[in-house]
Every structure is written in structure tokens, then in C-alpha cells.
């Protein structure tokens, strides 16, 4: 049975730091891609940061130079630490695990906000 639990989510003021954690099981996660995506109100769910077996990341236009995404395959995490945070950041953020078949976390939500 396949799992991916997201954490590290809430409310933050703009301009603050929020770190996401994403942890799977049932899946051979050091050989998985890693992705986060996500849904803003109203708004059709988006890619927003890649990581791939080797370490090698890509990203958002948007979110480049703010949100970093790094893995820990002893903890079969994936991390999305997102700094200077702005409104439009507010979604639900999903985890998602390899290509063919993917598998989604249920998502987590995500505020930002005075």
C-alpha cells in the first residue's frame, strides 16, 4: 500500500518561512522522482519544484530563488522549504512520487496571509 503524508503546513504571514515534508511508504523512494505541485483557490493545479533520484532539481519560475526542494532517502522525505512567502503562494500543496505510475499525498494546505 502506497503512502505519501505531507506536513509542515499552516499559516504564515507574508514574507515568513513555512518547510513542507512529504514522507512515503510502500514505494522504493531513492529510485522515485519526487514532485511538489500545487492548488490555489479557483486555480488549475500547478507543477511547482522537481527532484529526481540523482538530486537534481528544477522549478517554478515563480518560486525560484524562494522555495528549495531536497530529499533524505533514509527518511523517505522529501522536503519543500519555501521562504518569502507571498499570498499567491496560498494553495493546498500535493507530494507526487515517480512518473508511470504516479502517486499523489492528499495534500496540505498552505496560507499565507496578514
Known amino acids: 500500500q502506497v503512502q505519501l503524508v505531507e506536513s509542515g503546513g499552516g499559516l504564515v504571514q507574508p514574507g515568513g518561512s513555512l518547510r513542507l515534508s512529504c514522507t512515503a511508504s510502500g514505494i522504493i523512494f531513492r529510485l522515485l522522482r519526487m514532485a511538489w505541485y500545487r492548488e490555489a483557490p479557483g486555480k488549475q493545479r500547478e507543477w511547482v519544484a522537481l527532484?529526481?533520484?540523482?538530486?537534481?532539481?528544477n522549478y517554478l519560475g515563480s518560486v525560484k530563488g524562494r522555495f528549495t526542494i531536497s530529499r533524505d532517502n533514509s527518511r523517505n522525505t522529501v522536503y519543500l522549504q519555501m521562504n518569502s512567502l507571498k499570498p499567491e503562494d496560498t494553495a493546498v500543496y500535493f507530494c507526487?512520487?515517480?512518473?508511470?505510475?504516479?502517486?499523489w499525498g492528499q495534500g496540505i494546505q498552505v496560507t499565507v496571509s496578514s
Open positions: 507526487l512520487a515517480g512518473e508511470n505510475p504516479k502517486y
Open positions: 527532484i529526481t533520484a540523482d538530486g537534481d532539481t
